[in-house]
């Protein structure tokens, strides 16, 4: 386990102590960043769906609330993902520290995503649920039936999550 939370946090300060500004965002961000441009390169009426796991959710959050906010996505999908986490302790590069207050009680889910659906199991202990810290985010709790360590990794290996998920998808407006 020690080996395991060694790891995801050597990862998280990466990224942060790397992840630049806006002129010139790091190498991680360029990567990704890159990709969904060409995911923008679409057939006209194809939506932009960005799926992102764990850190990945971080990153992605990050990307399109300050680094690209010109792309518009229709759908972002966090699963087991500390974005709401980072968001608590201010460390996106547009968190507003003023916020929560009596007058914004949550920050607001960044204007170019149309719909944000935030998928989290209560064992894995590096998921957050999100709806509680910011507006416009509907969170799915999903029970992956297994234990503590691997809950983090099972969403994706299982096939009911990407039905279960679609079936949540169907039903956004």
């Given at each position: 386990m020690n080996?395991?939370?060694g790891r995801f946090f050597g990862d998280v300060f990466v990224y942060?102590?790397?992840?630049g500004d806006r002129a010139?965002?790091?190498?991680?961000?360029?990567?990704?960043?890159n990709a969904i441009r060409q995911a923008t390169a679409r057939k006209p009426g194809e939506p932009?769906?960005?799926i992102a796991h764990s850190l990945g959710?971080?990153?992605c959050f990050d990307l399109l609330s300050f680094y690209c906010p010109e792309v518009a996505v229709d759908l972002f999908v966090t699963v087991g993902s500390q974005v709401s986490q980072f968001e608590e302790i201010k460390r996106f590069k547009t968190?507003?520290?003023a916020i929560p207050s009596a007058r914004r009680p949550r920050a607001a889910a960044p204007g170019n995503i149309s719909h944000w659906v935030n998928v989290f199991d209560e064992v894995d202990i590096f998921a957050y649920a999100c709806d509680k810290v910011f507006d416009r985010v509907i969170d799915f709790r999903y029970?992956?039936?297994t234990y503590t360590i691997k809950a983090h990794g099972a969403y994706l290996e299982q096939d009911r999550f990407y039905s279960r998920l679609r079936a949540r998808i169907d039903?956004?407006?």
């Open positions: 080996g395991i939370l942060l102590d790397t992840r010139n965002p790091g190498q991680i961000l360029q990567v990704i960043r932009l769906i960005v959710g971080v990153i968190s507003d520290p029970d992956t039936r039903q956004l407006p």
